[in-house]
């Protein structure tokens, strides 16, 4: 703190810390107030109203000529903006950029840029107009409907906001960052928007719910589709704050030879074109995008993005999905609707309170237009009453004119005229008065007469004023349909696949293979589907345990007798040369355990599980994986019992023989579903144990693999003597069963 003194200008002292904070206070306030917030009624930021209405003082009209835009930017930034002639400048190219603004509010001519992210010619090239929809928002400005402030400089006047007969805000959408804030509007379609405006008129308490019917989401000019479930987009118009996942539209081209391009057709919001090729280019050479081939921009005047997968053996499906993983086909446009209410307090507002408050500024501006145009036509019939009195008294009052010294005071005196009637009348050209034109006169006086009765019925009723917004969000509405191809909608709505994406296991090339285990643990995957195993080669002492047709991009279960199951990727077994490996090379399984089943994986399916001891239950098939080396305790056994067999639960009857080759069956519904434990008891014996169990169903019957590898089956009707209750001892197999007493391959 110090005191410093200039020649005729002493300076007292000032705390540092009081100065900082005043004068960022009053640079956070002007930012918020008069930069980075839009103000609800309007949608525009300062900038871009003072750039519409410039445009207007230079009668750049939708119908008329075009000037340079260096014209206008000179306008705007000695007029009204005085900031930057580039800054001012970029905003107008903003405001015409089709790709950028859903409906444009300046019509360009010249280069204003495109979707790849090309900068615009410079301000001396290029021209522009107003659209129709600037028009909207600037419609009766010169009938007192909005307030007006000095500029910057205090030479001239600016409106405050516009008038605003179209829903801009959520009409074009905003976004901006001030001090502490920040404001994020996605666009939506006009055609509902004004659906949700006449039934808020309708239904002024209108639920958000109903409301979000008629405004499903945003709709965006470069189109593309919105994933986002309806829950999240409902809660993110109640509250003002949320987002919306946005994905690039595309279809799969068939190129011949079962081969196939994706062909990207739509890009999401505010993503520029050629970065994103770039980009998809760059994670192509850093190998970060295993699945994808090459890209290509073949576009001209529509995208066309084209996809080559790495090879035809790729998803589509599962190809895109890595691509909206991991680059920009896929984006998320936050909603945080951050506005300022009457051009004074900013605040986070729902979808309800927007369309509210822009409805309640239209009717403050019919309201303060009508009085406009009732004072207009107060003076003018004011006027019409003196011309009239002139007329009945023609002769009086052109003698008064040519002989009295001041005719204005006698006229007044003699007619009892206002001065606004005598200096009418003094005013009058000679070639008036004619009796025709007493009769215009009198035509006009009724005419306005008619519309001054209809303006004071309409100031004082509310109904009135509400029928007449109507009329003007209907008209709105039909120039802007969904029929038009200005309001056509280009978002559409979908949910996104409900796939994981593992991109390593995608890479894999699909490919026939039989996986071959011995009973001593080795394992091997041959190439195809083999059905002669006779040439099968084994280890001295060793012979096959299972054979399993499957593919390269299976997941392999198998199931160890201490009642542990394993997960193994079929791509990555050894090659069917030579005998394999040990299985237990891959997975941790002591050495006084071995191997009792494999299969492949099916997700979603149901599995019976059962171990020597008689005991077994159901359990979900995707509750047994466990991509580790320890596997997954899944049945529980007691020593010396093990796991034995394990088959698909694909039925209603289940079947359980025991090695002393008594059979029981019962009913499914009688086993308990688990995940994990030692489950009930299947069968009872009173020696030996559980040698094989099958789940079938009643209606087809009972099939085992007799000795010569024949299907036989036995109908449910003949099984009677074995039918019973889960936990009995049953009765001897019937005549024919295999003596190994095993139903033979269940999967």
């Known amino acids: 703190m110090s005191t410093t003194t200039i020649p005729g200008k ?47 003082e230079l009668r750049l009209d939708p119908a008329g000529a075009y000037k340079k835009c260096a014209k206008i930017v000179g306008e705007v930034m000695g007029n009204f903006h005085p900031h930057g002639d580039q800054a001012i400048y970029d905003a107008l190219v903003r405001l015409a950029q089709d790709f950028a603004v859903r409906y444009p509010l300046v019509d360009g001519q010249g280069n204003f840029g495109n979707i790849d992210g090309d900068n615009p010619a410079a301000m001396r090239y290029t021209e522009s107009r107003m ?45 901006g960052i001030a001090v502490g804030m920040a404001t994020s509007v996605p666009p939506h379609n006009v055609d509902e928007l004004c659906a949700a405006l006449l039934h808020l008129i309708k239904h002024p308490n209108a639920h958000i719910d109903k409301l979000v019917e008629m405004v499903p989401g945003p709709d965006f000019p470069t189109g593309g589709i919105i994933i986002e479930p309806r829950e999240q987009i409902l809660e993110a118009y109640k509250t003002g704050r949320g987002g919306f996942r946005l994905r690039a539209r595309w279809e799969k081209e068939d190129t011949g030879r079962g081969g196939y391009q994706i062909v990207v057709t739509e890009v999401p919001y505010q993503v520029q074109k050629a970065k994103l090729v770039e980009r998809l280019a760059e994670l192509i050479n850093d190998k970060k995008l295993p699945l994808l081939g090459d ?62 408050q822009w409805l309640d500024h239209r009717k403050v501006v019919l309201v303060r237009r009508s009085k406009f145009r009732l004072e207009k036509i107060e003076h003018r019939l004011e006027v019409l009453d003196g011309y009239l009195v002139a007329y009945l008294n023609i002769d009086e009052v052109i003698r008064i004119v040519r002989f ?68 003007e969000v209907k008209a709105t509405r039909e120039a802007y349909s969904k029929k038009t191809e200005v309001g056509r909608r280009r978002s559409t709505f979908a949910d996104a696949p409900s796939i994981e994406v593992d991109l390593e296991q995608a890479m894999i090339e699909k490919e026939p293979i039989t996986v071959i285990l011995s009973e001593k643990g ?25 054979a399993v047709k499957g593919s390269t991009t299976d997941k392999l279960l198998l199931l160890a007798t201490n009642g542990k199951v394993f997960t193994l990727a079929a791509d990555q077994l050894p090659g069917g040369r030579g005998h394999g490996e040990p299985v ?164």
């Open 131 to 175: 659209t129709a929809v600037a028009g909207l928002l600037l419609e009766g400005i010169d009938e007192d409907t909005v307030d007006f402030r000095p500029t910057y400089d205090g030479t001239n006047q600016e409106p405050i906001v516009l008038p605003a007969n179209f829903p801009n805000l959520l009409a074009n959408g905003t976004s």
């Open 10 to 56: 002493p300076i007292g002292s000032v705390d540092l810390t009081d100065a900082l904070e005043e004068r960022y206070l009053a640079y956070a306030l002007s930012t918020i107030m008069h930069r980075a917030l839009p103000d609800v009624r309007d949608g525009l930021k300062p900038v871009h109203r003072r750039i519409l209405y410039a445009m207007r």
């Open 522 to 546: 080795w394992i091997r995957a041959m190439k195809g589907h083999v059905d002669d195993l006779t040439k099968l080669d084994f280890k001295q002492g060793d012979k096959l345990l299972r």
């Open 404 to 471: 009295e010294d001041d005719p204005k005071a006698k006229l007044i005196s003699k007619f009892k005229l206002t001065e606004v009637q005598a200096d009418a009348i003094l005013n009058l050209r000679l070639k008036s008065l004619s009796k025709l034109e007493e009769v215009e006169i009198k035509a006009e006086h009724d005419r306005l007469s008619k519309e001054r009765r209809q303006l004071k019925s309409l100031i004082k009723s509310d109904d009135e004023q509400w029928e007449r917004i109507t009329e």
């Open 295 to 356: 890209v290509r921009d073949e576009s001209a005047e529509t995208v066309r993005l084209v996809l080559e997968p790495k090879s035809r053996a790729v998803d589509a499906t599962v190809l895109m999905e890595s691509l909206f993983k991991l680059t920009e086909l896929e984006v998320r446009f936050s909603l945080n609707m951050n506005v300022l209410s009457a051009g004074q307090v900013p605040g986070v507002l729902s979808l309800r309170d927007v369309l509210r």
């Open 584 to 747: 237990r090379l891959m997975v941790d399984l002591e050495e006084n355990h071995a191997f009792a089943e494999i299969f492949v994986h099916e997700p979603g399916r149901k599995l019976l599980i059962a171990a020597t001891s008689g005991h077994g239950f159901v359990v979900p098939e995707d509750e047994m994986i466990a991509m580790t080396r320890k596997g997954k305790q899944v049945l529980n056994v007691d020593e010396p019992a093990e796991a034995c067999s394990c088959v698909p639960a694909d039925g209603d009857q289940v079947a359980v023989i025991g090695e002393n080759r008594k059979m029981l069956v019962f009913a499914l519904d009688e086993v308990n579903e688990m995940t994990r434990g030692k489950g009930v008891r299947l069968q009872r014996y009173k020696d030996g144990e559980l040698s094989d169990v099958r789940v079938f169903k009643k209606s087809e019957g009972l099939t085992w693999l007799d000795p010569a590898g024949r299907n036989f089956t036995l109908p449910y009707g003949e099984l009677r003597d074995w039918v019973g209750e889960r936990a009995q001892a049953g009765r001897l197999a019937p005549r024919g069963f295999p003596k190994s007493n095993k139903f033979g391959r269940a999967f």
